[in-house]
């Protein structure tokens, strides 16, 4: 059984920083690929960033473009994602996603292509 493990929400001000931790308890752990999702109260899940098993594949929603980078230590089995210059319209529950794929340099930004989730970590941007 995979466990995907969300650490580092919290709150924080307008145009401060977060750092989000996932750990991935699937053996190997560069065998997933990594995503992490959102969703604010009354609204869908939606995509941020996902990262391919190689890191040589980054994606990123056009929202948080510039502002988020997801990365990888595969020696820890964990996928960061570092929030920078935060809004308001950043607050949500945070999710990471893993698949696990043979392709090395893919990334996926559907719901429906991930296989295994964490519990969420809650973020909160005052203004």
């Known amino acids: 059984q995979v466990h995907v493990i969300e650490s580092g929400g919290g709150l924080v001000q307008t145009g401060g920083s977060l750092r989000l931790s996932c750990l991935n308890s699937?053996?190997?752990?560069?065998?997933?690929?990594m995503g992490w999702f959102r969703q604010a109260p009354g609204k869908e899940r939606e995509f941020v960033a996902a990262i391919s098993r190689s890191a040589i594949t980054t994606s990123y929603a056009a929202p948080v473009k510039g502002r988020f980078t997801i990365s990888r230590d595969n020696a820890k089995n964990t996928v960061y994602l570092q929030l920078n210059s935060l809004k308001p319209e950043d607050t949500a529950v945070y999710y990471c996603?893993?698949?696990?794929?043979?392709?090395?340099?893919?990334?996926?930004?559907?719901?429906?292509?991930?296989?295994?989730w964490g519990t969420g970590t809650r973020v909160t941007v005052s203004s």
């Open positions: 996603a893993a698949r696990a794929t043979p392709r090395f340099s893919d990334t996926y930004d559907s719901v429906d292509d991930y296989h295994y």
């Open positions: 699937g053996r190997p752990f560069s065998d997933y690929v």
